[in-house]
């Protein structure tokens, strides 16, 4: 089955400053890569997607990446808020559309 | 407009109790369906996946079972807990290859 990993655990960055999550899977047959957002005791909430005909998409200041060759995709989130503090989920669904998680990614933005 | 529910938010049972968690969606037909669970600071396991009535997906043997009696009624259910199965359990729902799926609010399950 789909394997997907999550890089880094923890992240902490200065308000203002970029904030890049990596991600790779392993299963070539997978297209569609969502990224959630989770706050503290609630469920995960979809952030941004890319599917698998696009290398880039872009909404407002959050970016998502794809390298199929490579199989790894990348979310980048430019000039950081204190709200943006939460912990950040890749995904990956595979061609029976279920969907696997990486282990997630704890944001911190300092003001 | 969609939406799903589910419940309870927070349940603490004994050892050896059992356990059934629902989960509903509103406003679609024919949705796919899963169980999460997401323990204390990790990822999201996936426990089961329904593409139908009666028709369920284990991803991994462990102590819970799955069962979907209607469309849109997913439950989660095991005979007896183990400390083990402690966890916020996630239900959620998609519309099929390459849409987003959307998720409740949890269930954060203690077994004591």
């Known amino acids: 089955g789909e394997n997907v990993e999550q890089h880094p655990s923890t992240l902490s960055v200065q308000e203002g400053d970029s904030a890049v999550i990596k991600c790779t899977y392993s299963?070539?047959?997978?297209?569609?890569f969502p990224w959630y957002k989770q706050e503290l005791g609630k469920g995960p909430q979809l952030i941004i997607d890319?599917?698998?005909?696009?290398g880039e998409k872009k909404d407002q200041r959050i970016a998502v990446t794809l390298n199929k060759t490579a199989k790894h995709f990348s979310l980048h989130i430019t000039e950081t808020q204190p709200e943006d503090s939460a912990v950040y989920f890749c995904?990956?669904?595979?061609?029976?559309?279920?969907?696997?998680f990486g282990s997630g990614t704890k944001l911190n933005v300092k003001p | 407009s969609q939406t799903i529910h589910q419940w309870p938010a927070t349940l603490v049972q004994p050892v050896g109790s059992p356990l059934s968690l629902e989960c509903t969606v509103e406003?679609?037909?024919?949705?796919?369906l899963y169980w999460y669970r997401q323990a204390a600071g990790r990822g999201l396991q996936l426990l089961f996946y329904?593409?139908?009535?009666?028709?369920i997906s284990s991803e991994v043997p462990q102590n819970l079972s799955a069962s979907r009696p209607q469309d849109r009624q997913f439950i989660l259910s095991s005979k007896k807990l183990l400390l083990s199965d402690s966890g916020f359990y996630l239900c959620a729902w998609s519309l099929g290859t390459n849409t987003e799926a959307f998720f409740g609010q949890g269930t954060r399950l203690t077994v004591v």
């Open positions: 406003g679609t037909s024919n949705p796919n």
């Open positions: 299963d070539s047959a997978s297209n569609y």
């Open positions: 329904s593409v139908g009535i009666g028709q």
């Open positions: 890319i599917r698998s005909n696009v």
């Open positions: 995904a990956a669904m595979d061609n029976f559309n279920k969907f696997y």
